[in-house]
C-alpha cells in the first residue's frame, strides 16, 4: 500500500480529527519549501498554518463542516496547487480523519485543455460527419469507369498521397469518398474541404486552427483546424491548385512530418493523416509559372489519377439520370418517371456528373406519374423522348 501511495503523481497529507497529521507521501516534502520529514511526523495541521506553510488550508475547513473541500492551495508551497481534501467517516458516522490530495495547477489545467480539446474536436467532427452522406453508392456502365474503380481500389489499400484530375462535375468528390471507403482508415473520420471556399486570409485559420486571443475576430476559446480534427483519418483537399502560396510550405510540411501548428501557437503537433486532393488545374503547368511549388507537387503526385468527363462516358449518362430521379422521389415522396424505358435493367447508383445531378431535379417536377407524360427539360443527352402527346420524338444531343 506505501508504494502504492508514494506512486500518486501528486501530494497526499492525511490528518485525525484533531489536526495531528498521520500520513503524508513524500511529494509533501518536496512540494514545501523548509518543511523537514522529522517535524511533520511530530506536528499538527494547526500549527503547520500557523507558522505558514499552507494557506489557506482545506482540510480545516472540512474538519469544520464535515464536507468535501477544494480549493488552491498557498502558503510556502514551491509551485501553486489544486487541493481536494476528502472526509472520511468511522462506523458512527463520526468524522475521524481527513486526507488531501494536491496536484500541481499546471498539471490540472493541462488536463482541462486536452480534455476540451477532445470535446471541441468531437463535436467539429460530428457537424462534418452529419454533411456527408454514407450511402454512397457509384456508376460504372462504361469501360472507362470501371477501370477507375479497379485502379482507385488498389491505391485505396495503400496510404500513399493521391491526386484526383479533372474537370469541374466529373465526380471527383465521389471518387475521394470511395478511396475512403475502401481504405483501412474507412473506420475513423473522413473531412472534405474545398480549399476554393475560403478567403486566403482565412486558409491558414482553418486547416491549422488557431489559439484563443490569436487575432480580433477569434473564438474565445480557439479553434482546432481541419488537419488536427482529421487526425487518424481522411483529409480530402478539394481544389488544392487554390491553395495560397505561403501556405503550401506549411502543408509540405504535414505532408513530410505530419507537423501541425496553430496560429498563436508555440507547441507542434503531430497528426497521422491520409491526404487526397484533388484540382482541375494542370499542377505541372502552375509549377512551370512558379504558381505552386514544385517540392509540394511531387509530395502530392505520388498517385495521379485523371478522370474522364461524362462526354467521353456516354454509358454512364442514362443510370445517371435514372439515378438522379430516383434520389428526388425518395426525398420529395414522388413518383415521378422518364418518357422512356432503358433497354437494359439499370441499378440506381450515385453519380458522378455535378451538371446531371443539378439538372434531373430542376426539370423532374415537370414531368407526372406514368402512364400521363409532359414534355421535359432533361439533362442533355443522346435520349430520344416525346415531344408531344401525338408522339412525335426529338433527339437531344450532347
Given at each position: 500500500m506505501e508504494k502504492i501511495l508514494e506512486s500518486y503523481y501528486g501530494t497526499i497529507l492525511a490528518i485525525d480529527k484533531d489536526g495531528k497529521v498521520v500520513y503524508f507521501n513524500s511529494n509533501v516534502l518536496i512540494s514545501t519549501k523548509d518543511l523537514t520529514r522529522e517535524y511533520l511526523q511530530e506536528t499538527t495541521l494547526y500549527e503547520l498554518v500557523k507558522q505558514g506553510y499552507y494557506s489557506p488550508s482545506p482540510s480545516l475547513e472540512v474538519l469544520r463542516t464535515k464536507q468535501q473541500v477544494t480549493m488552491q492551495l498557498g502558503g510556502r508551497v514551491m509551485l501553486p496547487l489544486i487541493t481536494t481534501s476528502v472526509p472520511i467517516m468511522d462506523e458512527d458516522g463520526e468524522l475521524e480523519y481527513v486526507t488531501a490530495f494536491s496536484q500541481d495547477m499546471a498539471f490540472v489545467n493541462d488536463v482541462i485543455k486536452k480534455a476540451d480539446f477532445e470535446h471541441l474536436k468531437s463535436v467539429q467532427i460530428m457537424r462534418y460527419a452529419n454533411e456527408i452522406s454514407d450511402n454512397m453508392e457509384y456508376v460504372a456502365e462504361?469501360?472507362?469507369?470501371?477501370?477507375?474503380?479497379?485502379?482507385?481500389?488498389?491505391?485505396?489499400?495503400?496510404?500513399?498521397?493521391?491526386?484526383?484530375?479533372?474537370?469541374?462535375?466529373?465526380?471527383?468528390?465521389?471518387?475521394?469518398?470511395?478511396?475512403?471507403?475502401?481504405?483501412?482508415?474507412?473506420?475513423?473520420?473522413?473531412?472534405?474541404?474545398?480549399?476554393?471556399?475560403?478567403?486566403?486570409?482565412?486558409?491558414?485559420?482553418?486547416?491549422?486552427?488557431?489559439?484563443?486571443?490569436?487575432?480580433?475576430?477569434?473564438?474565445?476559446?480557439?479553434?482546432?483546424?481541419?488537419?488536427?480534427?482529421?487526425?487518424?483519418?481522411?483529409?480530402?483537399?478539394?481544389?488544392?491548385?487554390?491553395?495560397?502560396?505561403?501556405?503550401?510550405?506549411?502543408?509540405?510540411?504535414?505532408?513530410?512530418?505530419?507537423?501541425?501548428?496553430?496560429?498563436?501557437?508555440?507547441?507542434?503537433?503531430?497528426?497521422?493523416?491520409?491526404?487526397?486532393?484533388?484540382?482541375?488545374?494542370?499542377?505541372?503547368?502552375?509549377?512551370?509559372?512558379?504558381?505552386?511549388?514544385?517540392?509540394?507537387?511531387?509530395?502530392?503526385?505520388?498517385?495521379?489519377?485523371?478522370?474522364?468527363?461524362?462526354?467521353?462516358?456516354?454509358?454512364?449518362?442514362?443510370?445517371?439520370?435514372?439515378?438522379?430521379?430516383?434520389?428526388?422521389?425518395?426525398?420529395?415522396?414522388?413518383?415521378?418517371?422518364?418518357?422512356?424505358?432503358?433497354?437494359?435493367?439499370?441499378?440506381?447508383?450515385?453519380?458522378?456528373?455535378?451538371?446531371?445531378?443539378?439538372?434531373?431535379?430542376?426539370?423532374?417536377?415537370?414531368?407526372?406519374?406514368?402512364?400521363?407524360?409532359?414534355?421535359c427539360k432533361i439533362f442533355r443527352a443522346c435520349l430520344y423522348m416525346p415531344r408531344t402527346s401525338r408522339g412525335r420524338w426529338s433527339k437531344l444531343c450532347l
Open positions: 462504361s469501360e472507362k469507369t470501371k477501370s477507375i474503380f479497379c485502379y482507385l481500389k488498389n491505391a485505396a489499400a495503400s496510404d500513399s498521397t493521391i491526386v484526383l484530375y479533372g474537370e469541374s462535375g466529373t465526380g471527383k468528390e465521389v471518387m475521394a469518398k470511395y478511396i475512403y471507403m475502401n481504405s483501412k482508415r474507412k473506420d475513423e473520420v473522413y473531412i472534405p474541404v474545398n480549399c476554393a471556399a475560403f478567403p486566403p486570409e482565412l486558409m491558414e485559420s482553418e486547416l491549422f486552427g488557431y489559439e484563443k486571443g490569436s487575432f480580433t475576430g477569434a473564438n474565445r476559446d480557439g479553434k482546432i483546424g481541419l488537419f488536427q480534427m482529421a487526425d487518424g483519418g481522411t483529409i480530402f483537399l478539394d481544389e488544392v491548385s487554390e491553395l495560397p502560396f505561403s501556405l503550401q510550405s506549411k502543408l509540405l510540411r504535414v505532408l513530410e512530418n505530419g507537423e501541425v501548428k496553430r496560429i498563436g501557437g508555440n507547441k507542434i503537433e503531430t497528426v497521422n493523416i491520409r491526404i487526397i486532393a484533388a484540382t482541375n488545374r494542370d499542377l505541372l503547368e502552375m509549377v512551370n509559372k512558379k504558381q505552386f511549388r514544385e517540392d509540394l507537387y511531387y509530395r502530392l503526385n505520388v498517385i495521379p489519377v485523371t478522370i474522364p468527363p461524362i462526354r467521353e462516358r456516354r454509358e454512364d449518362i442514362l443510370p445517371l439520370c435514372y439515378t438522379f430521379l430516383n434520389i428526388y422521389n425518395q426525398k420529395n415522396g414522388s413518383r415521378k418517371s422518364f418518357p422512356w424505358k432503358p433497354s437494359r435493367p439499370l441499378k440506381p447508383m450515385t453519380g458522378l456528373a455535378t451538371s446531371a445531378r443539378s439538372e434531373i431535379p430542376s426539370s423532374a417536377f415537370m414531368l407526372r406519374p406514368p402512364p400521363t407524360y409532359y414534355p
